[in-house]
């Protein structure tokens, strides 16, 4: 009998070894229904672009590792978008193009989505609260402006923290077109700090690009313009369009929005405890999808 219990004993402290060992690791093997994603993609047919995407046509890995999928299904629902335009002195696009670029949206956005349009240089201003009216979002423009050198990095920072975070546990998807050519100047947010927040708030950014003002110059401690724009678009699962045609693109992106967003479901296995972990969607050949590139760390 002493025998017996002297080897439970020892197979419980064998037990509670690995267990330890495991979590020193950065390992929690069992992640309860509490840590499920709940992931946003964009999924377009090239050919029949009718026919439904379904959960056997797309694959999600997290570091590597294939996540079991529990549901997959379009997410129709309405959108909440800020327009973040660029007001600074120096920008290569006068008011008039400004202007024609934000309105094309209020003329494009389908029943029950919202804009929120802010103006920004040293600090970020709103032009139109949160409207669905096209004659109000039409006048407000007029008070565009150009001075000031552009703070784009707290203004992203301002139209998540401020803008959207309210809308943070509703059923309404949260966007953010930016309207200029990514030139930050002397932000007290760094690039890296404001796209973290973006993917960690699930907000997706697209961009209406106008040329470089800077002429492609080097940025010391941050990327450079057109890469601003590129990587804030590919890190949340966005797109970029030229500034130069503000009707396609605003129809491309409001479309999108309503008919080509799916949100997937799972629970994540073999995640990383305490480390970003870096995303894929994989999709049959003839399907284009777009996601966020990272997920905040397991708590």
């Known amino acids: 009998m002493r025998a017996l219990l002297t080897t439970l004993m020892t197979a419980c402290l064998l037990l509670a070894l690995i267990s330890t060992m495991q979590g020193q690791a950065g390992r929690r093997p069992n992640l309860t229904d509490a840590r499920g994603v709940v992931l946003n993609i964009s999924a377009t047919r090239e050919e029949n672009p009718e026919l439904p995407i379904t959960a056997q046509n797309i694959a999600v890995f997290e570091n590597g590792i294939e996540q079991p999928i529990k549901n997959f299904s379009p997410d129709p629902s309405p959108a909440r978008i800020v327009l973040l335009v660029d007001n600074s002195m120096t920008l290569r696009a006068d008011v008039d193009k400004l202007e024609a670029a934000a309105r094309e949206f209020a003329y494009e956005i389908y029943e029950g989505d919202q804009l929120l349009i802010v103006g920004y240089d040293e600090q970020a201003e709103i032009v139109t609260d949160w409207t669905d009216d096209a004659k109000k979002v039409e006048a407000s423009l007029k008070s565009f402006r150009k001075k000031g050198e552009p703070h784009l990095f707290d203004a992203l920072r301002a139209a998540a923290d401020q803008g959207l975070s309210p809308f943070a546990n509703s059923n309404q998807k949260r966007v953010i077109v930016v309207i200029g050519d990514g030139l930050d100047r002397v932000s007290k947010t760094s690039f890296d700090d404001v796209l973290a927040q973006l993917q960690r708030q699930n907000i997706t950014v697209y961009a209406l690009q106008i040329p470089d003002r800077t002429g492609g110059a080097l940025r010391r401690d941050q990327p450079k313009p057109v890469r601003v724009i590129e990587r804030l678009a590919e890190g949340t699962g966005g797109r970029v369009f030229p500034a130069n045609q503000p009707q396609e693109a605003a129809k491309a992106i409001c479309d999108e929005l309503r008919k080509n967003r799916y949100v997937i479901s799972y629970v994540p ?31």
């Open 269 to 299: 296995v073999g995640a990383a405890y305490g480390e970003p972990r870096r995303l894929l969607v994989v999709a049959d050949s003839g399907i284009n999808v777009r996601f966020k590139t990272n997920q905040p760390p397991t708590q």
